[in-house]
C-alpha cells in the first residue's frame, strides 16, 4: 500500500472515520486520535515497540475499536529538512505497518514535535521528569497528528 498525502489520505476517510497519529520512538510508540470531524487531536495511549507484527495487530485493535480509516505517522526529519538515517527507518516502518494493518497512512513532518511538548509540560503542566516520560509520547503523536489535520483542512 502506497503512503499517502495527508490531504489525499484525509479526502478517502469514510465520513464520520478518525486518523490514528503514531509517533514511533526507539522504545515506546505515541497514539493519538482524531475527532470525527478531522478538527482535533487528543492523546490516546501508548504501546512498548516491539516485532512489527505485534505492534500491527495492537494498532489495527485499536482503530477497529475507535474507528480509525487510517494513520499519520510522526517523520522525524533532520533539523534542516533532509530526511536522515531515522526518517528512512521510519518511512520503512510506516509502509510495512499499512500493509500489515491494512490501513492508508501518510507521514508528517515531527521535527522539534518532543520538544515542544517537553517545554510545555515543564513549563505550563508543571511536571515531574518520571510523569513527563509516560506522556511525552503520546502528547507528541496528538502534536503531530494536530499539525496534520490542521495543515489538511
Not at 487528543?42 to 515497540?49: A, E, Q, V
Not at 491494512?102 to 515542544?116: C, G, I, M, N
Amino acid at each position: 500500500m502506497p503512503l499517502l498525502d495527508v490531504r489525499t489520505l484525509r479526502a478517502q476517510l469514510p465520513p464520520g472515520q478518525r486518523l490514528l497519529g503514531l509517533d514511533p520512538g526507539a522504545k515506546i510508540i505515541g497514539i493519538a486520535l482524531s475527532d470525527v470531524t478531522l478538527m482535533l487531536a487528543s492523546p490516546y495511549g501508548s504501546l512498548k515497540r516491539g516485532k512489527l507484527s505485534v505492534n500491527a495487530a495492537e494498532i489495527a485493535e485499536i482503530a477497529r475499536k475507535e474507528g480509525a480509516g487510517g494513520l499519520v505517522v510522526g517523520l522525524p526529519l533532520s533539523l534542516d529538512g533532509t530526511t536522515g538515517p531515522a526518517a528512512q527507518a521510519a518511512r520503512d516502518w510506516t509502509h510495512a505497518l499499512s500493509e500489515a494493518t491494512s490501513l492508508p497512512a501518510s507521514l508528517w513532518d515531527e521535527r522539534l514535535s518532543s520538544a515542544a511538548v517537553n517545554r510545555f509540560l515543564i513549563n505550563e503542566a508543571d511536571m515531574t521528569r518520571k510523569r513527563r516520560a509516560e506522556v511525552v509520547d503520546r502528547m507528541a503523536a496528538a502534536y503531530t497528528l494536530q499539525s496534520a489535520l490542521d495543515a489538511s483542512r
